[in-house]
């Protein structure tokens, strides 16, 4: 860490931490990533995944600059913590998620045209890559980062690698994303990526998120083909192109051998307009420079590379069961709400947050949303406990509008929030939040008591 200056706190979840940096050679700004390891084998196999990423350049993908193991020590005669550090390029605009949520408290649809920019860039990110044979395997909003006008791919799993027991439960458990090769442990190969890509854009075109919906996507397709209709139909209601609908068709065939590629993709009527305005060269070489090297080369050699890549085939120490038939298939199960257990944690919490134990307060909350990461009373009172006991306002706003998005109309949530935002100097804001909690419920106690606040 000698060669950087690690400065604020840009965001934090599950394993890892990301903070604003400067390298001290030439004074640039980077993101630093910081990712808490469980033993030296786990750390050792992170870097083995991740030198992969130091080799990449596209400019829609995050550039990766550094990669390396940090100790820290916890306090005199403390255990010392493990860090994969991850240094990147700085992306100062947010995330597709911060977008989306945007457009959902304004009521506002994105344009088509912005939505077809953006898969514009992120099919040419996942062709790029996918000529790297890297398969990102978790494309969502909040891993597609924004600078200016660009997009940039981003996390590529590495927190997953190091954290194997963990992502298992999480990828059983809300893979709203997720082909349904991969939840059923099948081959699979880039185009489970276009997938989650598929998912991505649907999100953006209809202002709504998957992981809000029932069931997991990628297997209720397989079992009742009419969930696929009802989000074409919301597409349509949305008033996007027959093009773009097409397109997110493609993307989301459940079958991985008929499911379109970045690559066709690309070449579609969807960006007719911008080929001929400019010819796509993604990988660095244009159409007819790649076919006339291939016409160099000797017939053996040709006809390896013209060969369709062969799907990976996941290794399991178990061996899964095989997808049943498409009728007989059923949907894993959905994470169990948690019900009694969560709202007993919840209350723990609360009673320790009273006598001012705010740490087995945090410990309470955390508990209880690793049961049901949902749980809004959970997100909102963990959000007030960490304002106004810890002082972390970052991550209380992160919580609240967690549960916002969850319970856009919650009034207590708005109140909280609005709190919070004043106390943080932020007035347009809180007033803005207010307003939609009086909105909600102008007979709310703490509605009325404090008008004269945002008056």
């Not at 970045?262 to 307009?273: D, I, Y």
């Not at 159409?287 to 017939?299: E, F, N, V």
């Not at 972390?392 to 009034?411: M, V």
Request: proline share 6%; charged share 25%; hydrophobic share 35%.
């Amino acid at each position: 860490m000698d060669k950087y200056e690690v400065g604020s706190k840009l965001g934090s979840g599950g394993f890892a931490t990301v903070y604003l940096g400067r390298r001290k050679a030439d004074g640039k700004t980077v993101a630093i990533k910081k990712i808490e390891c469980e033993n030296f084998d786990d750390a050792n196999q992170a870097l083995t995944e991740g030198k992969m990423l130091l080799e990449l350049d596209h400019p829609h993908v995050v550039r990766y600059y550094d990669f390396f193991l940090h100790q820290e020590k916890t306090g005199v005669g403390g255990r010392p913590k493990m860090f994969v550090v991850l240094v990147m390029s700085y992306a100062p605009n947010g995330d597709l998620f911060n977008k989306l949520e945007r457009a959902h408290r304004e009521q506002k649809h994105i344009p088509e045209e912005t939505i077809r920019k953006w898969l514009l860039q992120l099919l040419q990110a996942l062709e790029y890559v996918g000529h790297k044979r890297i398969i990102h395997r978790d494309v969502k909003l909040a891993n597609v980062l924004l600078d200016g006008d660009t997009l940039k791919l981003a996390d590529f799993g590495i927190a997953k690698v190091m954290h194997a027991k963990f992502a298992q439960t999480i990828v059983g458990g809300t893979p709203c994303y997720m082909a349904p090769e991969l939840l059923y442990k099948e081959k699979y190969d880039t185009k489970s990526d276009m997938w989650s890509l598929g998912c991505l854009v649907w999100e953006l075109s209809t202002r709504s998120l998957l992981s809000q919906s029932k069931g997991v996507l990628g297997a209720q397709v397989l079992k009742d083909p009419s969930r696929l209709r009802d989000m074409w139909a919301k597409m349509e209601q949305c008033g996007r192109s027959h093009e773009l609908i097409d397109a997110v068709k493609k993307m989301l065939m459940p079958e991985l051998a008929e499911r379109v590629s970045a690559r066709s993709l690309l070449e579609s009527p969807l960006f007719a307009r911008r080929k001929q305005a400019a010819p796509q060269q993604t990988l660095g070489l244009g159409r007819a420079a790649g076919d006339a090297t291939l016409a160099q080369q000797p017939p053996q050699q040709q006809q390896q590379q013209q060969q369709p890549q062969q799907a990976y085939a996941p290794q399991h120490q178990n061996p899964p069961a095989q997808r049943p038939p498409a009728r007989e298939r059923e949907a894993p199960a959905a994470p169990p709400p948690g019900g009694k257990e969560v709202e007993d944690l919840c209350g723990e919490a609360d009673r320790f947050q009273q006598s001012r134990d705010y740490e087995r307060a945090e410990r309470c909350f955390r508990k209880a949303l690793a049961i049901n990461p949902r749980h809004c009373r959970s997100l909102c009172n963990y959000a007030y406990m960490l304002h106004v006991g810890k002082r972390d306002y970052a991550k209380s706003e992160e919580l609240y509008r967690r549960a916002l998005l969850l319970e856009p109309n919650r009034t207590a949530t708005l109140c909280n929030y609005a709190y919070l935002l004043h106390s943080d100097k932020r007035m347009g804001e809180a007033r803005e939040v207010f307003l939609r909690a009086y909105d909600t419920n102008p007979e709310h106690p703490w509605v009325r008591s404090n008008q004269h606040l945002f008056a």
